[in-house]
C-alpha cells in the first residue's frame, strides 16, 4: 500500500494474522480505525469506530479476523502471521503467577535485555497488557534512562499496573514511584545508575509485600539498550538486586552466552528479534525525548496549560551529583561515598532549559537516592532580582524546596502547538 496523507483504505485482516504498519517517517500520522470484528495492539483490545494516531509503526492482531481503515503518511503495510512467542510467553508466566497464588510466594520477576530497536519496548508493554487482561496487578520497572515510559528522560522508575494501557499513550503513570538520574545515557554517571538500581532493588520488596495479588503477579523490567560494558553490568546488577528469577534475551546470543555464564541460577531465556521492529536513528531517539518533555508540560492527545511563575533563589537549594574522578568498577558500590557526591549548584544564567527535579528528600543529605514527586524548566534568570522563572504542570508555590540537576533540557520548538 503506497497512500498520500489524507486517503483511506479499508482493509480485511484474516483471522489469525497480523498487520504491520510501516510509516515514512516519524513526522507523519498514520491512523487506524476497527470497523468490524476484533483486534489488538500491544495485548490491548481495540475499541470499535476508535480512532488511534500514530507517529511510530505498528501492528494490529486479529485472532478472529477484522476490518480495518487506514489513513495517513504510510509507507507500506504487509500481512504475517502473528508472533507466538509473546503470547506464549505469557501464558508460561501466568502458570508462575498460579503457582504463588497457591503457595503464597512471590510470582515471576522477569528482567528482558538486548540491544536497541529489537523489540524489547513492544514485549514489556505486551506482557504487562496481557497480565492485566487476567486480573493481575504486576509491577513494571523502566530502567530505560534515555526512552522512558514511565516519566521524562533521564529518569528510571516503577508503576503499579492494574489495567491494560492505552494503546496510544501508555500506561497510566499518576501511581508512579520516579528516581531523577539526569542524563540521556547511563554512561553518563554510570555510578549513580547503579545506586540508583541498587536503592530500588531495596524497596522492592515492600512494593510486593502491598498483597497477596501483588506479589503473586510479579515484576516486568525494561532495560536499555547498552549491553557492553557498564550496561553489561548494570543488567547483571538489576538481575541481583530484583531477585530476577526469569530473564528475556532479545536479538543477542553474545549478550544470551554472557549471562548464561554469569546468572547460572536464573531460568534465561533467547527470544529472536522480534519481527517488524524498525531502527530508530539517533535524530528519531533525540526527537522523541523532546517529545516526551513536551508532552510532560503541554499534553499530547489532550492539551495540557502549564504555569510560569518565578522562583526567589533564597527559597530553594539546587544540587547536582559530582562524576567519579577515576574509572568505574562495580566493586565501588560498596563504598560509593568516596566517589560520588552532591554538589550545590549556584544559581546563575548556566541553569536556561535546564530540567530540575524536585526531591521528595527533607534532608539534602537524602536527595540523590531519594524519589522525586515532579519536574520544572528553568526559562529565564534574572541575576539582579535574584529570581528565576520556571515552567511547571502545578501552580506557585513549589511543593519542595530541594532541587536536583542533571543535563537534561527543554526548550519548546515552534513545530508544537500548545
Known sequence: MEDDEGDNEILNLEAGK??????????????????????????????????????????????????????????RTYTVNPNRDIYDLHLSLEEHRKYADKNGGKGPIVLIAGPTDVGKSTLTRSLLNYATRLGRKPLYIDLDVGQSSISIPGTIGVLPIDEPGDIVKGFNDANSSVYFFGYKSPGLNILLYYLLIKKMGETLDNRLGSSQSVSSSGVIVDTCGWVTGGGYKSIVLAAKSFDVNVLLVLGDKGLYAGLMEDLPNIDIKFIHKLRGVVERSKGVRAERRDNLLHEYFYGSQVPLKPYI??????????????????????????????????????????????????????????????????????????????????LSPQPSPLPKNLLLMGDIQYKKKNKFKS
Not at 31 to 50: A, P, R
Not at 63 to 68: E, N, S, V
Not at 345 to 371: E, F
Open 18 to 75: 497480523e498487520l504491520r504498519v510501516i510509516l515514512k517517517d516519524s513526522s507523519n500520522v498514520a491512523s487506524v480505525e476497527l470497523i468490524d470484528g476484533t483486534g489488538e495492539i500491544f495485548g490491548v483490545e481495540m475499541v470499535k469506530n476508535k480512532i488511534y494516531q500514530f507517529t511510530s509503526s505498528f501492528a494490529v492482531t486479529s485472532f478472529q479476523g477484522c476490518t480495518l481503515k487506514l489513513r495517513g503518511n504510510i509507507s
Open 309 to 390: 511563575f518565578d522562583v526567589k533563589f533564597s527559597d530553594v537549594q539546587i544540587f547536582q551529583v559530582s562524576y567519579p574522578e577515576c574509572k568505574v568498577h562495580i566493586d565501588m558500590l560498596q563504598d560509593a561515598h568516596r566517589y560520588i557526591s552532591l554538589v550545590p549548584v549556584s544559581v546563575s544564567n548556566y541553569l536556561l532549559n535546564h530540567i530540575l527535579a524536585l526531591s521528595y528528600a527533607d534532608s539534602a543529605d537524602d536527595v540523590m537516592l531519594t524519589s522525586v514527586l515532579g519536574f520544572v524548566c528553568v526559562t529565564s534568570v534574572n541575576m539582579d532580582n535574584q529570581t528565576f522563572t520556571v
